[in-house]
């Protein structure tokens, strides 16, 4: 089982449409959670953390469900420049130290 | 936040020779690292640039392939050696900042290797 899981998509949605992504992570020695955006050809880049009380920026929110150990990300009112890859991202701390750990990514493809 | 730059941004290269990348980091930072991303696949790490020692390198990467360095806590190099097609990848060089211990990436290198 991989330690950080998410539907690989793609999900093709219209524009103002509301898409929700999924990830399951494995190792209880995750301490910090994210979601990182990669565009075509460029490197990944961070979104937004994810913290148990939930977080909101604009149009998007993240939860976090440690118990389930369970990430969401929810884009409300998609664009188009919403279309791009999105990875959920794991810290962990455990006798190996340090490591981060990420999702293969899932796929957004917002249509006019 | 960190701003990372790598140099080139992009090669072609011929089989059997090396490049070296290199990683410039705007602050001091303690945890640097070098990825691979072939296309249309998920971040796989190759090492841990570790300052004043040895990288630690990850199952299937090895130094004398991809010898590291880090001379200090806002600079590394990677070196692609002996490269092969299967070395055609980009390359990233990423650091853990804030307070969220969260990662930033440079801009990543694309490699063609012929």
């Known amino acids: 089982r991989k330690e950080v899981e998410q539907d690989p998509g793609p999900f093709n949605v219209p524009e103002g449409a509301t898409v929700a992504f999924n990830c399951t992570y494995s190792n209880s020695a995750s301490q910090s959670f994210f979601w990182y955006r990669q565009d075509c050809r460029k490197e990944p880049k961070l979104l937004m953390s994810v913290y148990s009380s939930g977080n909101e920026d604009g149009r998007f929110t993240a939860q976090l469900n440690r118990a389930s150990q369970y990430i969401s990300l929810l884009i409300r009112d998609s664009k188009l420049s919403d279309s791009a890859t999105y990875l959920c991202v794991v810290n962990i701390y455990d006798t190996g130290g340090f490591k981060t750990i990420f999702g293969a990514g899932t796929r957004l493809f917002v249509k006019a | 936040s960190a701003v990372i730059s790598q140099k080139p941004s992009r090669d072609i290269c011929q089989r059997g020779t090396s490049l070296t990348i290199q990683c410039q980091v705007d602050s001091q930072v303690t945890m640097m690292f070098w990825y691979r991303q072939q296309p249309g696949q998920s971040l796989t790490l190759i090492a841990t640039?570790?300052?004043?020692?040895?990288?630690?390198?990850e199952s299937g990467f090895v130094i004398d392939k991809f010898p590291i360095s880090r001379p200090n806590l806002t600079f590394s190099t990677l070196t692609v050696s002996n490269m092969s097609p299967e070395d055609s990848s980009i390359y990233l060089c990423s650091v853990v900042a804030g307070i969220s211990e969260t990662q930033y990436f440079g801009p990543g290198t694309r490699l063609l290797v012929l």
């Open positions: 640039a570790n300052q004043g020692s040895e990288a630690t390198y």
